[in-house]
């Protein structure tokens, strides 16, 4: 069995370790004589295991103490939806910043609920950039802004935090959560989908300032309510334990190897092996989106052609490179770097890169 | 390492085959080079693994052609409130058939959206039997009529299908799926929280007849859409695909059993095992539930006093016999007696229960 350099944009690759201890625990967690998996959610062990995940990550992402973290089934999706039904009255007005694929989803699922106002749109300049906050038409009376903090089909990322007043930041964190040090008190609220940076699909994470649970929202089900959530310890129903099994041990692993301070330096390493063999291509490898907001993660690239495009995806698969392919919305190729693939599969990456274009540029 | 039998109500015991299989393609999935975790759910190996799990299921349950199949992140208490959402319209009556606590569970969820009727209700009689279907008042104009086929705490199953006239018959089959044959034709919509019969935590499955999602519902975002999942083989999003692929290896072992016929014999001898210790035991162990509903799945029963109901719990764990605690909402003890645990398993129960009792009678 050969473990190969997993580029997927998610589900991704997990660390090798990690993959590891799940496999050694599978038929028999810490002598229990079961599963994980087959134990309840309201028992001891699972509680644990719940409570040292929700410690860890605290503890990884630095959040401050007057933030609740929720594990919530799903994926970042449903949480867009929700947005607007645990934080703005009916019809209120809401700020959403565009600038990619997932911008667009997001503003998709909260229509039915609040009147959506795009007070920044990159897609006219074909989300090569990120619109200058000067820009922005803000609302006065807005719930609240909503921008995504890295695109992971365009490609595009925010290299820092925007200011935008009294109104509460609210960021879709799912492909760049604990990629580097982040301040969580300059938002509302973060969420993220757990299958790229934080462990396996089924799962999410929401970091939310409490003072906001208090806001009324709309009428929903208790199902759909965050303070619900929040009060109940994520266990208002029967959680996806082995997602949250998981995602606790990727925690781990990341507090292990340092931090994201550490994951910081080895993302900006894979990052500049990758950009620095496209942009010294001479034009064979091309990424159209400004370098100050180019993304860490996620690296759309082009071929010349079609052709080239489909050889480079079954010879770098056959080389032991996966999911090279791009997102059938923009085409072309991607390498997604999330923190569990290392700085040598970044470097694999570029030595096939610049082999395949001895033999065909 | 030695597996205990685990009568855990949910999450619950899985096939030691499949936690075999999984534990063995957990760094590796079919010689691919990555685990089917960190695969992407629109690639051709993650497409493969969902297909088969839902034609597996399918045969399984013998779905009829004009019935879709739908595979769900998260519980069942969500889809509990996207019933209504989905196939009421606003402030529409509905009527539920409240048989335990997850009857009352489910009419909480849609209470925000709809006219709740409750048209039947076991609790002034503690839920020790099911109301006959003569005194129901059903409501002409409801949008469905809601009942809980098995009720996990309480103890109490649905035996047959009650006929509710033209009006859409749903029904929350988390607990008993898949336990015995089950004619699908005679409901509009069943669903199912997987971690008890069908699989891990963290999925659910639907099964709607296709001429119910062509109802307006309620206004509510796309991902609360089940038409929309319907149309997009659920892949409106990225799902939970670890969850979905385990429970695809369990639906495929419960084929390779003999499928629901044989676990109808399986579950029919366990439930006369332990009914019979509890019957037979001249008041010692006491099961309150009318003979004629006792669920087969979940059996709660209860000793003299509380010292020797912990007594029982510590002294079943340490032989190897996990998880007999009662909910905290009734006490006592509950086994529960899904497709996964063996009938060796209940023999091993009622060995003890009898060993108990003539230590402690």
Redesign the interface.
């Known amino acids: 069995?050969?473990?190969?350099y997993?580029f997927?944009?998610?589900?991704?690759?997990?660390p090798?370790t990690v993959?590891?201890q799940?496999?050694a625990e599978?038929?028999?967690w810490n002598g229990?004589?079961?599963?994980i998996?087959?134990?309840?959610?309201r028992?001891a062990e699972f509680m644990g295991v719940a409570a040292q995940a929700e410690a860890d990550l605290r503890k990884l992402l630095s959040v401050p103490d007057d933030y609740a973290v929720l594990f919530l089934?799903?994926?970042?999706?449903?949480q867009?939806?929700l947005l607007?039904l645990n934080f703005a009255a009916p019809g209120q007005v809401v700020d959403y910043i565009v600038t990619g694929h997932w911008g667009k989803t997001a503003i998709?699922?909260?229509k039915?609920?609040v009147d959506v106002h795009v007070a920044a749109d990159g897609e006219p300049g074909g989300f090569h950039d990120i619109p200058s906050r000067a820009g922005w038409t803000l609302s006065p009376g807005a719930a609240y802004v909503h921008i995504t903090a890295n695109e992971t089909i365009h490609g595009v990322e925010f290299r820092d935090t925007p200011d935008v007043g009294d109104v509460p930041l609210f960021a879709d964190f799912s492909s760049s959560i604990a990629s580097e040090p982040l301040d969580v008190s300059k938002y509302g609220l973060i969420y993220a989908?757990a299958?790229k940076n934080l462990g396996?699909?089924?799962?999410s994470v929401l970091l939310v300032r409490r003072e906001l649970l208090e806001r009324a929202g709309q009428?929903?089900?208790?199902?759909?309510n965050y303070a619900s959530h929040a009060a109940r310890d994520s266990m208002?129903?029967?959680?996806?334990?082995?997602?949250w099994y998981?995602l606790g041990l990727v925690v781990k692993w990341m507090l292990d190897e340092g931090g994201v301070e550490e994951f910081a330096r080895r993302n900006a390493a894979k990052a500049e092996l990758v950009y620095g063999a496209i942009d010294g291509s001479g034009g064979f490898y091309r990424n159209q989106v400004v370098p100050a907001v180019r993304s860490r993660m996620n690296i759309p690239f082009f071929l010349p052609d079609e052709a080239l495009t489909s050889r480079f995806v079954s010879e770098s698969k056959a080389a032991?490179l996966?999911?090279l392919k791009g997102h059938k919305a923009v085409g072309g190729l991607r390498a997604s770097l999330y923190n569990a693939v290392p700085v040598a599969g970044a470097q694999a990456l570029v030595d096939f890169m610049r082999d395949f274009q001895q033999r065909n540029g």
Chains 1, 2 share one sequence.
């Open positions: 069995m050969t473990r190969a997993n997927s944009a998610g589900p991704a690759t997990l090798e993959l590891r799940a496999q599978m038929l028999d229990v004589g079961a599963s998996v087959e134990l309840s959610h028992g089934a799903g994926g970042a999706t449903t867009q939806a607007a998709k699922q909260v039915p609920y989908g299958q396996p699909v089924g799962i009428p929903r089900a208790d199902i759909f208002l129903n029967t959680p996806p334990t082995w997602n998981l032991g996966l999911a």
